[in-house]
T-cell receptor
């Protein structure tokens, strides 16, 4: 089956530093990748849509300069939280979609727990 | 605009009892509908999906859901709960015209299974 690997699974960083989270589709080339943020006991909030070789499309209210997304290849997208602050602490999840047989299916990474101290 | 509502943020069921999780959608055109399960500190796993084919959809782990257009619903059921079903469940919608696969999630329902 299609596997999406997200790394790291957990990260603790100091306030003011930047953190990079990787999302890789291991056995398929992803049409599109999405980045979500999940607050404790809350739903997933879509942050941005990422297509290879083009600028990410951010959802309203998401700071582009705070959350930098790079989609260098069809199998790798990265989310960099710049100048992190405690309020950026959250669970970040990526998904990669594949188009096959006229259907689009999304596969999710295992998530990254970011704690900013 | 489309939206999805999950009724009940928390459901407690006894082991062996019926599991029923409610999901209603709002959309000008019936969307594609999905149910995902999330275990603590993990990503989401697809349980089942409705993509305009059969209205009764069977998924993994004994779950099934029925699309009812007249009720704009896509409720998830499982006849007999197992301890391993304890998790967070999310209903999601996607526009049929969206080839990127952009999903909109409901608020989620936490399922607790008691012995």
């Amino acid at each position: 089956g299609a596997v999406v690997s997200q790394h790291p699974s957990r990260v603790i960083c100091k306030s003011g530093t930047s953190v990079k989270i990787e999302c890789r589709s291991l056995d398929f080339q992803a049409t599109t990748m999405f980045w979500y943020r999940q607050f404790p006991k809350k739903s997933l909030m879509l942050m941005a849509t990422s297509n290879e070789g083009s600028k990410a499309t951010y959802e309203q209210g998401v700071e582009k300069d705070k959350f930098l997304i790079n989609h260098a290849s069809l199998t790798l997208s990265t989310l960099t939280v710049t100048s992190a602050h405690p309020e950026d602490s959250s669970f970040y999840i990526c998904s990669a979609t594949i188009l096959y047989g006229g259907n689009t299916e999304a596969f999710f990474g295992q998530g990254t727990r970011l704690t900013v101290v | 605009a489309q939206s999805v509502t999950q009724l009940g943020s928390h459901v407690s069921v006894s082991e062996g009892a019926l599991v029923l999780l409610r999901c209603n959608y709002s959309s000008s055109v019936p969307p594609y509908l999905f149910w995902y399960v999330q275990y603590p500190n993990q990503g989401l796993q697809l349980l089942l999906k409705y993509t305009s084919a059969a209205t009764l959809v069977k998924g993994i782990n004994g779950f099934e859901a029925e699309f009812k257009k007249s009720e704009t619903s896509f409720h998830l059921t499982k006849p007999s709960a197992h301890m391993s079903d304890a998790a967070e469940y999310f209903c999601a919608v996607r526009k049929t015209t969206d080839s990127w696969g952009k999903l909109q999630f409901g608020a989620g329902t936490q399922v607790v299974v008691t012995p």
